[in-house]
């Protein structure tokens, strides 16, 4: 079995926007998305939380779909619709039956490319975000994590919450929901990502329908880089609505596509990847956490790579000596150790990719955040490529003792 993906059908349309089809006779269904290569690290500060409202505003009207109605013909025939917005990218997607591709190509187009901000929903949509920014404000975990990326990132804009603040939202006027939406959701600016039953009739239509809206120039870039990190940064919080202790320590980490980010997704799994893994092991099955996670921002500037842990507060300095006595046993792992860890990684990207959302979506990212479809078509073939030298380079690079950050929230009835 090949190590890479050589089936793509690849295309930029006069007007910019790039299409990536993967046909697949496997599946009755297809997943169509739209990709755009803006987040809310390409805010300015007066705009925080813009691109995440900009969702909500898409799903409001269009130029061919009144409000209500394409959610309504999308779920009629048996489909899903739905967006995410993060830090780098916002997608739309429609998962729907192959009779009904072209119905689907159809509402992401107009809804995509052809919204209409009525100052009506403007204000209609103002209080539902601002209550699911308060909900986010309740919990501790949400308020735990944001106050880490505040610690973790000085001057990066991925310091700030990606749904923004309420003097922002409140202060969101028609012209400047325009100004970002012309500057950004562009076809120059824009990936359509299809995964599923498609011909080649289908192809026609598709080049036909995203090759109508014309050209128009992006905003520059905003984005400030930040400085690497010289010394620990370390915090500690109080939450009276906690009774464990939350823990998360984290270090830079390489952009997403860069060579030696492989090394670092091997060393990753065999660190934290399920009940085989280091931590699941050593220190969750040994007492010292009730629960764990680890995870890279998928970043392709300025990425980070966090453990968190629920634990107790009595056991954090055992905790944290654990991870770094794991972290010096990565090192010293055998060439054997490490190809198994390899082989669970292409094989569980072998039946993630058994899914056409999942395909899609994988495209997507490739093509509007990373800028390079390589890391689609080869990440199995550069995972294999990984050896203990490439993971040393990695931790050598990145992974140190003297320069990290942490933040420790604990209850106020610790001591």
């Known amino acids: 079995m090949k190590n890479y993906i050589s089936d793509i059908v690849e295309n930029t349309l006069s007007n910019g926007a790039k299409v990536f089809v993967r046909p697949r006779k496997d599946v009755e269904s297809v997943s169509v998305q739209v990709w755009f290569s803006v987040g809310s690290s390409y805010e300015d500060y007066k705009e925080k939380g813009i691109a995440h409202f900009l969702e909500h505003m898409l799903f409001n009207g269009s130029e061919r779909y009144d409000y209500g109605e394409l959610d309504y013909i999308v779920e009629s025939l048996g489909g899903y619709v739905n967006a995410a917005t993060s830090k780098d990218y916002t997608f739309y997607y429609i998962s729907i039956a192959k009779p009904y591709l072209r119905k689907a190509l159809d509402i992401l187009e107009s809804l995509t490319l052809r919204a209409e901000l009525e100052e009506d929903f403007i204000q209609k949509e103002k209080p539902i975000v601002i209550e699911e920014l308060k ?84 905003r520059k870039s905003i984005y400030v880089p930040e400085p690497p990190k010289k010394f620990i940064r370390s915090e500690t919080l109080e939450d009276p609505m906690i009774n464990r202790t939350y823990y998360a320590i984290g270090w830079d980490a390489p952009s997403i596509g860069e060579k030696i980010y492989y090394a670092f997704v091997v060393f990753d799994h065999i660190l934290s990847a399920g009940k085989t893994s280091m931590i699941y092991n050593n220190i969750i099955q040994k007492g010292l956490a009730y629960s764990y996670s680890c995870f890279d921002g998928s970043h392709k500037i300025d990425n980070n790579y966090t453990m968190f842990f629920i634990t107790d507060y009595n056991k954090l300095s055992d905790l944290k000596s654990k991870v770094f006595e794991l972290l010096e046993k990565i090192s010293n792992m055998k060439e054997e150790d490490i190809q198994k860890a390899k082989d669970k990684i292409i094989n569980q990207e072998d039946f993630v990719l058994e899914n056409p959302e999942s395909e899609a979506e994988l495209m997507g990212f490739s093509s509007a955040v990373i800028k390079d479809m390589s890391y689609f078509k080869y990440f199995k073939s550069n995972i294999q490529s990984i050896d203990k030298n490439g993971i040393l380079r990695f931790m050598e690079r990145y992974i140190s003792k003297d320069v990290y950050a942490e933040l420790t929230m604990k209850s106020k009835e610790n001591v």
């Open 135 to 218: 909900r986010g404000e309740d919990s501790p975990m949400n308020r735990f994590h944001e106050y880490y990326d505040r610690l973790f990132y000085k001057v990066s804009n991925y310091m700030y919450p990606i749904i923004g603040f309420e003097e922002t939202i409140k202060n969101f006027t028609k012209p400047m929901l325009e100004e970002f939406y012309n500057s950004y959701y562009q076809p120059s600016n824009m990936t359509l990502s299809i995964s599923g039953n498609v011909d080649d009739i289908d192809m026609d239509f598709v080049y036909d329908l995203f090759s109508q809206k014309p050209k128009n120039n992006i």
